[in-house]
């Protein structure tokens, strides 16, 4: 099996880091941009897709700053990861995005987040 590899992503995003955390840690916040639906069973995130589900478990969550999910199938060290980084000076809110994925998925993988993080956009009127 192909190493994957981390790549980090940053989106401004213009809205209270509140609103946005919530969009990125609960389960009704993320079916409204991330997933066609999600539901959350002792601490494992089902995400729906298409009618197929993944799940991912909730592994690290600092309120309000980042939370961290593990592919329950996934390898051990790999994780994707919501961060937000408010700029002292402008105010401005960046969610930074942590994933892996295998070289020759690099790019598709980027596209898909740049896809889903444009519906997070629109659904904040950012």
């Given at each position: 099996m192909a190493e994957k590899q981390k790549f980090e992503l940053e989106y401004?995003?213009?809205?209270?880091?509140k609103v946005?955390?919530?969009?990125?840690?609960?389960?009704?916040?993320?079916?409204?941009?991330?997933a066609d639906d999600v539901n959350i069973n002792h601490g494992i995130f089902?995400?729906?897709w298409e009618g197929s589900g993944q799940d991912a478990k909730r592994v690290r969550e600092k309120a309000g700053k980042s939370i961290?999910?593990?592919?329950?199938d996934d390898d051990d060290d790999c994780y994707f990861e919501f961060r937000l980084v408010i700029d002292d000076l402008t105010?401005?809110?960046?969610?930074?995005?942590?994933?892996?994925a295998e070289e020759d998925e690099?790019?598709?993988s980027k596209q898909l987040w740049d896809?889903?993080?444009?519906?997070?956009?629109?659904?904040?009127?950012s």
């Open positions: 401004i995003i213009r809205t209270s880091p946005l955390f919530t969009r990125l840690s609960t389960a009704d916040g993320l079916a409204q941009w991330f089902t995400f729906m961290r999910f593990h592919w329950v105010s401005e809110v960046a969610l930074i995005i942590t994933d892996f690099m790019e598709e896809s889903q993080v444009n519906t997070l956009m629109q659904l904040l009127g």
